[in-house]
């Protein structure tokens, strides 16, 4: 099991707004980085710092964190947004890295 | 913008070494990157398997139980990945990156490795 915990699936309809919570004891130290993998695809960074986009990322994507729990919100999702994500951070002794469980997100 | 492309064996038996090769192009081992293996079971999550630096300091997951080795060869500008007495368990896509600071900006294609008898 990972020491970060996601929910395996969430669903959103078109142009509404969805919450992707990430929640581990390491997140009250460390930063958290989001990851978007689409079907036969390497994963590409969206999110790093906890809450600063890569260019080229559409600014609906927003992060966020609040004590032990890290969140990727997509405000007015989009069909293009259906994928799995990922957060990833240190884990609880800071020594090794570790990526929560992924959440599969579908646009209705 | 870097571009890492990976290669190696896709059919092993149970027992044999797995062995895969990651090529960097458009950038070089030195500085503040960390060169890491990442693999994705079929149908499952990422998991992080470990990273090597420019002076060939290793960080591995402790899941490997010390099967696995990274290394990195500068004058060819490519770093691998071994694993010994690989099981079906190993069977993956496994992904080659680029870790800058703390962010995997730069990833290999995948290669799926499959183990069976």
């Known amino acids: 099991s990972s020491e970060l915990t996601q929910d395996p699936a969430v669903s959103v309809a078109l142009g509404h707004t969805v919450r992707i919570t990430c929640q581990g004891d390491s997140l009250r130290r460390y930063s958290v980085t989001w990851y978007q993998q689409k079907p036969g695809q390497a994963p590409i960074l969206v999110i790093y710092g906890d809450n600063q986009r890569p260019s080229g990322i559409p600014d609906r994507l927003s992060g966020s964190t609040s004590g032990d729990t890290a969140s990727l919100t997509i405000t007015g999702a989009q069909a293009e947004d259906e994928a799995d994500y990922y957060c990833e951070s240190r884990d609880s002794n800071g020594k090794h890295w570790v990526f929560g469980g992924g959440t599969k997100l579908t646009v209705l | 913008q870097v571009q890492l492309q990976q290669w190696g064996a896709g059919l092993l038996k149970p027992s044999e070494t797995l062995s895969l090769t990651c090529a960097v192009f458009?950038?070089?081992?030195?500085?503040?990157?960390?060169w890491t293996w990442i693999r994705q079971s079929p149908g499952k999550g990422l998991e992080w398997m470990g990273e090597?630096?420019?002076?060939?300091?290793?960080n591995y997951n402790p899941s490997l139980r010390g099967r696995g080795t990274m290394s990195l060869d500068t004058s060819k500008n490519q770093f691998s990945l071994i694993l010994t007495s690989v099981t079906a368990a190993d069977t993956a896509v496994y992904f080659c990156a680029r870790r800058d600071y703390q962010l995997l900006r730069d990833w290999g294609q995948g290669a799926l490795v499959t183990v069976s008898s």
């Open positions: 458009g950038g070089s081992f030195s500085g503040h990157y960390y």
């Open positions: 090597i630096n420019h002076a060939g300091v290793t």
